[in-house]
């Protein structure tokens, strides 16, 4: 049986992590929101759409991380330069991602 390599799992633990993360952010911005005047039943279409987009962000970024953790010299698991730089480039996405979702909710709440 052949395993799956390390780099792979790692990219597709990381792309589920940031989708639970825009999920409850997007679920949290609704609820904290003043306009729920639609329950959450019938907002299914706007959450499935929010969902492509977040996916399509998230796949995105999997593919630079892909591309970028081939290069032995970025390589997360076997070159001390390439954890430093995926926790220095991950911490600055988190925070990017945070920044505008919060920005997003103090404009227009």
Do not use: C
């Not at 729920?36 to 962000?57: K, V």
């Not at 390589?75 to 991950?90: A, N």
């Amino acid at each position: 049986m052949t395993q799956i390599p390390k780099l792979i799992r790692w990219i597709l633990w990381t792309g589920l992590i940031f989708l639970v993360l825009f999920t409850l952010m997007r679920l949290g911005l609704f609820i904290l929101s003043n306009q729920q005047s639609y329950p959450l039943s019938h907002l299914g279409g706007s959450f499935i759409l929010g969902l492509r987009y977040d996916l399509r962000m998230i796949s995105i970024l999997l593919l630079v991380m892909l591309i970028l953790g081939s290069i032995p010299a970025l390589h997360p698991f076997t070159s001390l330069r390439g954890k430093k730089f995926w926790m220095v480039l991950l911490g600055i996405v988190s925070f990017f991602v945070l920044f505008f979702f919060s920005e997003f909710y103090l404009v227009h709440f």
